[in-house]
């Protein structure tokens, strides 16, 4: 008995897939009747019942020997035994879809080719030409009996070529069922790329987070040179960066310019600086009750064992407040190749991991360049042709220039910017991405980072004014009469970067780490060796960025000693303190960074004050160490002045002085006053002796005015 009829489901879906709708459909329905066919007892009478049946969808001239034939084919052939000969031409003219192994083989070819695609369809053809038996098609003779309906003579030679194709696979038609772009991205690139460009991405969003409670730590490559001293020719500029993901602020970045060795070495970035950030994120800005995530990478911006043994011992603390910790999460390391056993793949981060930050980058890249010239471009291929040229005739100017005076020197026009001035662009840029509004940040209106603002007709300025929905109902009725009156014009806007931020940070109520952490999330490789000289100041310099650091060795109105050494660490992110620690790592406190203060009329007074407040607190420290040898000394000079003028007869004034208070006391009635018997001394007789002891006192109270 013969087996029955069995269509399968792939078989179905690629009917559908393939032919257009109406053609589906009479497709489908001709292998129902085809089924109904195979299981009749009487063939006869079922083909007359499928002929008439089948008629109105196209099917004329159906016959009990067609039928019987178009059964045969389908047990061998498949469903496409019964898709019209015309539809299935033209299905395979489109892209010869139909046959698996065919399109199997050929995408296996495309994508064993790293470059395109087109010289996979050479190979093919050229395959086929040389009598190769191609998978799903056979060779050329069997695959031009298909198509013409009879075999070529033997020794003819095949008729097709790159020039004349066989019908339906041009080049055109071919690349129709080519690999998608995933399996070209994987095959050529390899899988994390893949995964990168063309899978769906996972959706965040910014609604509900409190200000810090996540933030995204990146480093990032300007595309600008500057003219460095350390260099004896243009070098790029990196930086690092820290973001807050609710608000896009952007509250500490670190840049310096690339410096190349005389070897041709060049240092970047330390991956041990990024610890500044996060020292600046725990101890200067704080973080919220609830808990953060600190979202870096792999690579630069990552945790070392540093960081991760201080954050082990500020969870510590703040699990005893009941406070949630602070953790860092590094993105995803994608090191998937195609298939196990085939050969490992270079490590590759997830960017989307920080994506915020990442597109950061861009916006403010287009900043700088809208400040400064000298920009390069973002990598090879982009550059502008004549940036290497530029780079040489600077670096020829500099090794000119290098004998002329700092005057002569500083009117030279180079083709990129200083570093200085870049610098000082840099950080304009920053401070024009932070305040813009024209931006689409995600979340921003159902984060409330909205504010409302009015102006009174015939006037130019904006005036912040709380929002409609926020306002009380008669207050808003006000508000909508004088808009609808013509009086004023009202507008909603959305906050910018920095203004969210002064919100946020309010609500989250962030909580700073204790300034004693600072040297154990800074570490060791980060801190500076110095000695506390007689001025009572440590002066440090950091080797790699060769900035020099004067430090008052007074900590909370107390000097370290003289001659002591000790550890001190200055983050370039907030440089006007110093933490201090000994040489064993016990934390002593926290210093003030001395900045230099220019004496002219035009002086910093704030900045004056401040070493002058430093001076006193020394000075007064000095004092009170000298005060018993001071009581002492006084002690003996007035006890010397007493002997003499009870040597020479004179009598002595102080005393008079204080039987006199006595005197007076007793008259008023009033007992066991206190008596000052410094104040109010009378003036001594022309003959008599000064009074030293009250001498010695006046200078004692005399404000100290020496400012050298």
């Not at 098609?137 to 070529?152: C, D, V």
């Not at 919220?288 to 690579?299: A, D, L, M």
């Not at 609500?507 to 801190?527: D, N, T, Y």
Request: hydrophobic share 45%.
């Amino acid at each position: 008995m013969d087996q029955p009829l069995i269509v399968s489901k792939v078989e179905i879906d690629e009917i559908l897939r393939l032919l257009p709708s109406d053609e589906a459909q009479r497709t489908l329905s001709f292998i129902d009747a085809l089924k109904v066919f195979d299981r009749a007892a009487d063939k006869k009478r079922c083909a007359a019942e499928i002929a008439a049946r089948l008629e109105p969808l196209g099917y004329k001239g159906l016959s009990l020997k067609s039928l019987y034939r178009k059964l045969d084919q389908f047990k061998a052939v498949g469903v496409w035994a019964c898709v019209d000969r015309r539809v299935a031409r033209r299905v395979s003219a489109q892209g010869i879809v139909a046959n698996r192994l065919f399109v199997e083989a050929w995408q296996s070819r495309v994508l064993m080719c790293r470059r395109k695609v087109k010289p996979a369809w050479r190979a093919l053809l050229l395959d086929l030409a040389n009598g190769v038996s191609i998978p799903g098609i056979g060779t050329w003779r069997e695959l031009y009996a298909a198509t013409y309906g009879y075999r070529p003579a033997d020794g003819e030679p095949c008729p097709w070529s790159v020039a004349a194709p066989p019908p339906g696979w041009s080049l055109r038609n071919m690349m129709s069922v080519a690999p998608d772009r995933f399996s070209l991205a994987a095959a050529r690139i390899g899988m994390g790329q893949a995964k990168i460009d063309f899978l769906p991405t996972v959706r965040l969003t910014r609604v509900g987070l409190l200000a810090c409670q996540v933030v995204e730590v990146d480093d990032m490559w300007y595309e600008h040179m500057v003219i460095f001293g350390h260099n004896q020719k243009p070098q790029r500029v990196v930086e690092f960066a820290i973001m807050d993901r609710l608000t896009g602020h952007v509250f500490g970045h670190l840049a310096k310019p690339v410096v190349e060795a005389p070897d041709g070495t060049r240092k970047t970035l330390k991956s041990a600086w990024v610890r500044y950030l996060y020292h600046y994120l725990l101890c200067c800005v704080g973080v919220p009750e609830g808990g953060c995530v600190i979202k870096g990478e792999h690579g630069t911006a990552s945790q070392d064992d540093t960081f991760a043994a201080a954050l082990a011992s500020v969870n510590a603390v703040r699990e005893a407040n009941g406070w949630k910790p602070v953790v860092f999460r590094a993105g995803s390391i994608i090191t998937e190749p195609l298939a196990k056993g085939l050969p490992g793949v270079q490590s590759k981060g997830n960017p989307r991991h920080k994506g915020m930050i990442e597109q950061m980058h861009a916006t403010l890249k287009g900043y700088v360049d809208a400040i400064v010239f000298g920009n390069i471009g973002g990598g090879r291929g982009v550059q502008p042709h004549e940036a290497i040229g530029m780079a040489r005739e600077d670096a020829a100017l500099v090794r000119a220039s290098a004998a002329l005076p700092a005057e002569a020197r500083s009117q030279l026009r180079f083709n990129f910017p200083t570093w200085r001035a870049f610098a000082l662009a840099a950080e304009e840029a920053h401070r024009r991405m932070d305040e813009r509004t024209d931006h689409q940040l995600e979340g921003w209106e159902e984060c409330g980072f909205m504010v409302g603002e009015l102006r009174v007709a015939g006037t130019a300025h904006w005036s912040a004014v709380p929002r409609m929905a926020s306002l009380k109902p008669e207050r808003a009725a006000q508000v909508r009469a004088l808009v609808a009156s013509g009086a004023a014009e009202y507008r909603e806007r959305r906050m910018s970067p920095a203004e969210a931020w002064e919100v946020a940070k309010k609500a989250a109520k962030l909580e700073r780490v204790s300034a004693a952490f600072a040297p154990m999330i800074l570490g060791a490789e980060l801190a500076h060796v110095g000695t506390v000289g007689d001025k009572l100041t440590v002066t440090v310099r950091d080797a790699e960025t060769g900035e020099r650091y004067t430090v008052a060795a007074i900590i909370d109105g107390k000097p370290i000693p003289r001659g002591e050494k000790v550890q001190v660490w200055v983050n370039p992110m907030d440089c006007g303190k110093a933490y201090v620690a000994d040489l064993q790592g016990r934390f002593i406190g926290v210093a003030k960074v001395l900045p230099t203060v220019r004496a002219d009329a035009d002086a910093d007074v704030a900045a004056l004050q401040e070493q002058l407040g430093v001076r006193a607190a020394a000075l007064a420290d000095a004092k009170a160490k000298l005060e018993p040898v001071v009581r002492a000394r006084l002690r003996e000079r007035n006890e010397a002045a007493a002997a003499n003028l009870g040597a020479l007869g004179v009598e002595d004034p102080v005393e008079r002085r204080a039987l006199e208070e006595r005197q007076r006391g007793e008259l008023a009635g009033v007992e066991g006053a206190d008596i000052d018997v410094g104040a109010d001394a009378p003036e001594p007789e022309p003959t008599a002796d000064i009074d030293i002891a009250a001498d010695a006192a006046d200078d004692e109270a005399a404000p100290e005015t020496d400012f050298i």
